[in-house]
C-alpha cells in the first residue's frame, strides 16, 4: 500500500495557494486531496492549478471526510481555534498557518487537545527555514562576533493605500501588521534566544484612516542582550532585515528571501535545482576580528528551504522525527504579542510571564 498523507486544505488565499499547496502538491508522501473556498472564482483558479484534487465549498466537507489524514488551516486568524480544535476532534493532523491563535489560552486548549488525541499539531512558522535567517543562524552559534550584544531585525514593506476588503486591515481580534509579520520575527527571535525577561511596545496606526496596527516596535531584554524587532507599512526604501553586533565585530543582511516570489511565479523545489538559493548581491556583511586581524567580507547565504518544514511534519506523522514546530513555541510566540499589547497600552516594560 502506498505510504502518503492525504491532505485537505481548507482556505486558498495567499497563504494556502502560494505557501501550502505547492509543497503538498508535489512532494513525495503528500496527497493534496481537498481544497475548501467559497469564492467561486478561487474555486475555478485551485481546479486549475490542481486537476486531481477535490474542491469543495465548506471546511466540512474537509473535517469530515474520514480519508483525510491532515489539515491545513490557511483562513483568517479568528477561525484558527474553533477549525483547529474541530479537525483535532475529528481525529486529524493539523497544521495552523501562522499566528497560531489569537490568544495564549486558545493555544493552551488546542496543545492539550493535541496530546489528549495523540496527533500531530504544529504552526507554519515558515520564515525558520529562510536564507538570511539561517545565515544569521550559522553566525551565531560559530560566535564569529563573540558575545553578541544587539540583535536587530525588521520586516518592512511599503503599502501606503489600505485596502478595505482585507480581513488583515479589519477591526478584529488577531488583525495587524503585530500578529502578522510580528509572528516571524518574535518565533525567529525565541529559537535563537528563548524567552526574555522583559517586554516594551510601541504598537502604531500610521497610515491615514487605518484600523489595525500597521507599525511596531519591540524590544526584548536578555542578560547582556537587547533584541529589537520592528515592521511598517510606510517604508519606501528599507534599511538591513538583520543587524548583529557583537564585541569581535558585526553582520548586516539586507535584502528579502528568493522563495516567497518563486513560489508566485509558479516555481517549487520539485522543478528549481537552485531553489532558495540567495544571488551573491543578497549576500549579508560581516565585519570581525580573527586572532588580532581585522576582517571584512561578504558571507554566503545558506539555502533558503521552505520545504523542510513539510517534510519535518510528514516525518513526525509517521513517527520518524521529533517536530521542529512545537504548540508550545507557537503559544509562546502569541503570549508575546499579548504582553507587547499591554506595554504599549501602559507606556511601560512588563516582565515576562507565561500567562495562565
Same mark, same amino acid.
Given at each position: 500500500m502506498e505510504k502518503v498523507i492525504r491532505?485537505?486544505? %481548507?482556505?486558498?488565499?495567499?497563504?494556502?495557494?502560494? *505557501?501550502? /499547496?505547492? *509543497?503538498i502538491g508535489t512532494l513525495p508522501g503528500f496527497r493534496?486531496?481537498?481544497?475548501?473556498? +467559497?469564492?467561486? !472564482?478561487t474555486a475555478a483558479e485551485a481546479k486549475t492549478l490542481y486537476p486531481e484534487t477535490i474542491i469543495v465549498a465548506d471546511a466540512r466537507y474537509i473535517l469530515d471526510d474520514d480519508d483525510i489524514d491532515l489539515v491545513i488551516i490557511c483562513t483568517p486568524n479568528t477561525e484558527h481555534f474553533p477549525l483547529a480544535q474541530a479537525a483535532l476532534l475529528r481525529g486529524k493532523h493539523v497544521i495552523v498557518e501562522k499566528p497560531f491563535t489569537v490568544t495564549s489560552a486558545e493555544a493552551d486548549t488546542l496543545a /492539550?487537545?493535541?496530546? $489528549? $488525541? $495523540?496527533?500531530? @499539531?504544529? %504552526?507554519?512558522? #515558515? =520564515?525558520?527555514?529562510? /536564507?538570511?535567517?539561517?545565515? %544569521?543562524?550559522?553566525?551565531?552559534? +560559530?560566535? @564569529?562576533?563573540? =558575545? @553578541?550584544?544587539?540583535?536587530?531585525? =525588521?520586516?518592512?514593506? *511599503? =503599502?501606503? /493605500? @489600505?485596502?478595505p476588503q482585507a480581513w488583515r486591515e479589519e477591526n478584529v481580534p488577531g488583525a495587524g501588521i503585530l500578529y502578522d509579520l510580528g509572528a516571524h520575527l518574535i518565533d525567529q527571535a525565541l529559537q535563537l534566544f528563548g524567552l526574555p525577561e522583559a517586554i516594551m511596545a510601541d504598537v502604531q496606526i500610521q497610515r491615514p484612516g487605518g484600523r489595525v496596527d500597521d507599525f511596531f516596535d519591540l524590544t526584548l531584554y536578555y542578560s547582556n542582550l537587547r533584541v529589537s524587532l520592528g515592521a511598517g507599512m510606510l517604508v519606501k526604501k528599507p534599511g538591513p532585515f538583520f543587524s548583529l553586533h557583537g564585541d569581535r565585530g558585526s553582520f548586516v543582511k539586507s535584502g528579502m528571501d528568493v522563495q516567497e516570489e518563486a513560489l508566485k !511565479?509558479?516555481?517549487?523545489?520539485? #522543478?528549481?535545482?537552485?531553489w532558495g538559493a540567495e544571488p551573491e548581491s543578497l549576500w549579508g556583511h560581516i565585519y570581525t576580528e580573527y586572532e588580532g586581524m581585522q576582517m571584512a567580507g561578504t558571507i554566503q547565504s545558506e539555502r533558503g528551504s521552505f520545504q523542510d518544514f513539510f517534510i519535518n511534519v510528514q516525518q513526525a506523522i509517521w513517527g520518524e522525527a521529533q517536530l521542529n514546530v512545537t504548540p508550545e513555541q507557537a503559544r509562546d510566540t502569541i503570549r508575546i504579542i499579548e504582553l507587547a499589547m499591554q506595554s504599549n497600552q501602559e507606556k511601560r516594560t512588563v516582565a515576562y510571564d507565561g500567562g495562565s
Open positions: 491532505t485537505g486544505i %481548507v482556505g486558498f488565499g495567499m497563504a494556502g495557494k502560494v *505557501f501550502h /499547496a505547492p *509543497f493534496l486531496s481537498k481544497i475548501s473556498t +467559497s469564492k467561486e !472564482t /492539550a487537545l493535541a496530546r $489528549q $488525541q $495523540q496527533r500531530i @499539531l504544529t %504552526v507554519h512558522h #515558515n =520564515r525558520r527555514w529562510v /536564507a538570511d535567517y539561517k545565515t %544569521v543562524k550559522k553566525i551565531i552559534s +560559530s560566535q @564569529l562576533l563573540g =558575545r @553578541l550584544a544587539t540583535y536587530e531585525a =525588521r520586516y518592512d514593506r *511599503f =503599502r501606503p /493605500a @489600505l485596502r !511565479t509558479g516555481k517549487t523545489p520539485a #522543478n528549481t535545482p537552485d
